[in-house]
């Protein structure tokens, strides 16, 4: 059975940082494409970040310079440390891992960034 926890998410003020986890059980983060995604009230769910093969990197524009995202491959872990955060950061944060024919998700932590 395959599950992806996410930890880390809070209350945080404008320009703080957080640092969200996301740790993997029956799958190997190493060969999945890992990826957080966000979904803010009435929005679309969107992509945040990914990190794939070799460990390539995407960045959604509104994130880029601000976010990083990494892959610990000891603890199956994947990170997503969010710095410089912005009220329009605040969303219901994701973690996913895809392959070709395969997705799953997990339940989610809370980033709300208010002062």
């Known amino acids: 059975q395959v599950q992806l926890v996410e930890s880390g998410g809070g209350l945080v003020q404008p320009g703080g940082s957080l640092r969200l986890s996301c740790a993997a059980s029956?799958?190997?983060?190493?060969?999945?494409?890992m990826g957080w995604y966000r979904q803010a009230p009435g929005k679309e769910r969107e992509l945040v970040a990914d990190i794939g093969g070799g460990d390539r990197v995407n960045f959604s524009e509104s994130v880029k310079g601000r976010f990083t995202i990494s892959r610990d491959n000891a603890k199956n872990t994947v990170l997503l440390q969010m710095n410089s955060l912005k009220v329009e950061d605040t969303a219901v944060y994701y973690c996913?891992?895809?392959?070709?024919?395969?997705?799953?998700w997990g339940q989610g932590t809370q980033v709300t960034v208010s002062s």
């Open positions: 996913n891992a895809r392959n070709p024919g395969l997705g799953f």
């Open positions: 029956g799958i190997n983060v190493r060969f999945y494409t």
